[in-house]
């Protein structure tokens, strides 16, 4: 079988969107490699090392290479014909226009719809792109993969989606985050960053919806003097600028740790080192982190809303994510009761083999074959 992917996020996103879409082509080349894989992307980086059956498709005219994103949405479906794709696969919430023309099977992911659920937190220009490409994508494909329940369920809400076009399969972390590393490892991340010996641990964009404030309010409320490593890009800035402000109202600056731009091992040493990992999201369509968390035998604390149940299963401590002293009163609770902490762990390292590659793989393949 030769399978294609709109394959952008491969080699230009660092985070969320960047990691499933390596992850999916990763483990479908590890488990199934007598397919081909074949990336439609703009350009190829150094962020993807293409395993042996997979291949990149890149724009062929100075016009299209120049014009990308054009090429990308409008001009992509031509070149699938001609490279023989028996199921097509968009990662990204994304179809090329014209696809639905060739009779390829197609399946889209649909990873959230928050800019729906969220609109206050989108300028309106970009709700309605995103609203636009999204509805397009799932109306023309074959199949609509989402990834979690609650992103099924927003699917049929907000789009008006058939409950039967679409199938929930879960995804999966990258496998480094199942191995224990040493303390030499450790060491040398710990110095390179400059993180102290203990610390409670936050990852995900600087944004108002990821809710790291309300951790914030939560640590100074309960008089948490524990160091707070806060790991992503801020985005908006706005967002970044209240946190700022409250921190120095609150004189905590020097508790903070601001990191970004980290790859996947050194992520793979924090996650290790870290007493907790908070995720006091108001929205995911997964919440991957948590589950990168688990499976490194990092407890973790995270939101009672959304999909987040769903990834964190029963080896997670739930709180409301509006509630930051009761944040505050947990992180305590896990920090002082090695009981509560080592159940944690241990939970959610089980939690986290439910979401091993193969499982997945196997449910990717079985989906393709099922319209081939």
């Known amino acids: 079988m030769i399978i294609g992917f709109e394959a952008k996020k491969v080699f230009e996103n660092r985070s969320g969107l960047g990691n499933y879409s390596r992850n999916t082509i990763n483990l479908l080349a590890k488990y199934y490699p007598e397919n081909q894989y074949k990336l439609f992307a703009q350009k190829k980086t150094d962020l993807f090392t293409l395993p042996e059956s997979a291949e990149i498709i890149t724009p062929n005219t100075n016009i299209s290479r120049f014009f990308g994103s054009y090429w990308r949405i409008h001009l992509m479906s031509k070149a699938l014909k001609s490279n023989k794709i028996d199921v097509f696969h968009g990662l990204s919430q994304l179809l090329p ?12 992911t649909i990873h959230d ?15 309605n792109f995103y609203l636009s490409f999204s509805k397009s994508s799932c109306n023309r494909a074959t199949k609509i993969l989402a990834i979690s329940q ?19 399969i879960y995804q999966t972390c990258n496998k480094l985050f199942f191995e224990k590393i040493d303390e030499a490892q450790k060491q040398a991340v710990r110095q390179k960053f400059n993180l102290p010996e203990q610390f409670i ?12 404030l309300a951790l ?15 790991l992503g890009r801020p985005r908006p800035k706005e967002y970044k600028k209240e946190m700022d402000e409250y921190i120095l109202e609150s004189g905590i600056r020097k508790q903070l740790i601001f990191l970004q731009g980290t790859n996947t091992e050194e992520l793979q040493a924090i996650y290790q080192m870290a ?3 908070v995720y006091p999201s108001l929205y995911e369509g997964f919440g991957l982190p948590v589950l990168e968390a688990q499976a490194s035998g990092c407890p973790v604390i995270t939101a009672n809303i959304s999909s987040l149940p769903e990834a964190g299963g029963n080896g997670a401590l739930y709180i409301d994510p509006r509630d930051s002293e009761q944040i505050g009163h947990e992180i305590r609770r896990v920090l002082t009761d090695s009981e509560l902490k080592n159940k944690l762990i241990l939970n959610g390292n089980e939690n986290a083999k439910l979401f091993k590659d193969r499982i997945v793989a196997e449910n990717l393949m079985k989906l393709y074959q099922s319209l081939c």
Do not use: S, W
């Not at 226009?97 to 889209?108: A, D, S």
């Not at 992103?151 to 989606?161: A, M, N, Q, S, W």
């Not at 641990?201 to 790291?212: A, D, F, H, S």
């Open 216 to 230: 914030l309010k939560g640590m100074v409320h309960e008089k948490l003097d524990i160091p707070i490593v806060i």
């Open 150 to 168: 609650q992103t099924k369920e927003d699917i049929i809400h907000f789009l008006g989606i058939a409950p039967e076009k679409i199938e929930v």
């Open 113 to 127: 719809l928050i800019f729906l659920r969220f609109p206050n937190y989108y300028k309106k220009i970009d709700r």
């Open 97 to 108: 226009y014209g696809i639905e023309k060739t009779g390829i099977p197609t399946v889209t």
């Open 275 to 277: 007493e907790i990992m």
């Open 201 to 212: 641990l936050c990852v995900g964009t600087i944004e108002r919806r990821k809710n790291q």
